[in-house]
């Protein structure tokens, strides 16, 4: 089992930054790749990054590559993402998610997800 729980959501100009942090209970972190998915209203739930177990693989989806850089610390049972240059179309609910071994871009594929932080990019 993993539990996870993001933090550092708010609300940002358009050109500011933020990062999420994602901790993860367990001692078992590094054995799951991890995910950032994001959801606006209205909207189905996208892929934005995942990474894998060890941190040495990252992909992104086309939209925020150059701009946002997930990251993982395993000592600390944490992932990261974070967000520069931010639009106003980044504005959403951004949830962490876990896989066992291979990371993934599809949603369906991830046992285990956060409740999920609010960012909102105002114009």
């Known amino acids: 089992q993993v539990q996870l729980v993001e933090s550092g959501g708010g609300l940002v100009q358009a050109g500011g930054s933020l990062r999420l942090s994602c901790a993860a209970s367990?001692?078992?972190?590094?054995?799951?790749?991890m995910g950032w998915f994001r959801q606006a209203p209205g909207k189905e739930r996208e892929f934005v990054a995942h990474i894998s177990r060890n941190g040495g693989s990252t992909y992104y989806t086309d939209s925020v590559k150059g701009r946002f850089t997930i990251s993982r610390d395993n000592a600390k049972n944490t992932v990261y993402l974070q967000m520069n240059s931010l639009k106003p179309e980044d504005t959403a609910v951004y949830y962490c998610a876990a896989r066992y071994r291979l990371g993934s871009s599809i949603s369906n594929d991830y046992g285990y997800w956060g409740q999920g932080t609010q960012v909102t990019v105002s114009s």
């Open positions: 367990g001692r078992t972190f590094s054995t799951y790749a």
